[in-house]
């Protein structure tokens, strides 16, 4: 049987990559002046401390993965990983397909058929409550708040969004 990523490992590289980030954010933050200026604090100040706590707080979690005990378990099953990837992968294709198919269409598509197909709930009941929710956010967002989001490929020519 092949063995899974334990809890270590997986520790080891989430605090890895918040030190990683935190030393890209303390370079960019020094770049935009991270002292006190004679009219207050720099620009830069506050995402330096920002970033000096995410990579102490990102050292922490390494040093707590190195020292002995139950980190050792897997970090997962793959029972648990295949559900993961069941949520995640529509995930990434309505992100994929955002620019193309706008945000409303992408929203009931992807409302819809993770209802259809993880939730097993009947297509007839799914989609006039997909549809209902694209014309809901549409209003909602667009004449409601003045938000401006994604537009399909379709709009003007046979849909307002």
Not at 21 to 50: D, H, K, N
Not at 73 to 96: D, G, N, T
Not at 146 to 157: A, C, D, E, H
């Amino acid at each position: 049987m092949r063995r899974l990523p334990s809890t270590r490992h997986f520790e080891l590289f989430v605090g890895a990559a918040f030190v990683t980030l935190a030393l890209v954010l303390v370079r960019e933050s020094v770049l935009l002046g991270a002292g006190w200026g004679s009219a207050g604090p720099q620009p830069g100040l506050f995402p330096l401390i920002s970033a000096l706590v995410m990579g102490s707080s990102g050292l922490l979690v390494c040093a707590q993965a190195t020292n002995p005990g139950p980190g050792d378990r897997p970090f997962a099953e793959q029972s648990e990983l295949v559900e993961v990837i069941k949520v995640a992968a529509p995930m990434v294709v309505a992100v994929l397909v955002l620019p193309y198919l706008g945000f409303y269409i992408v929203t009931a598509l992807y409302m819809g058929l993770f209802a259809v197909w993880y939730g097993r709930m009947p297509w007839y009941l799914v989609l006039p409550l997909g549809i209902a929710v694209a014309v809901v956010a549409f209003y909602a967002f667009e004449q409601g708040f003045k938000v401006l989001l994604p537009k399909s490929i379709f709009y003007g020519y046979f849909l307002p969004f």
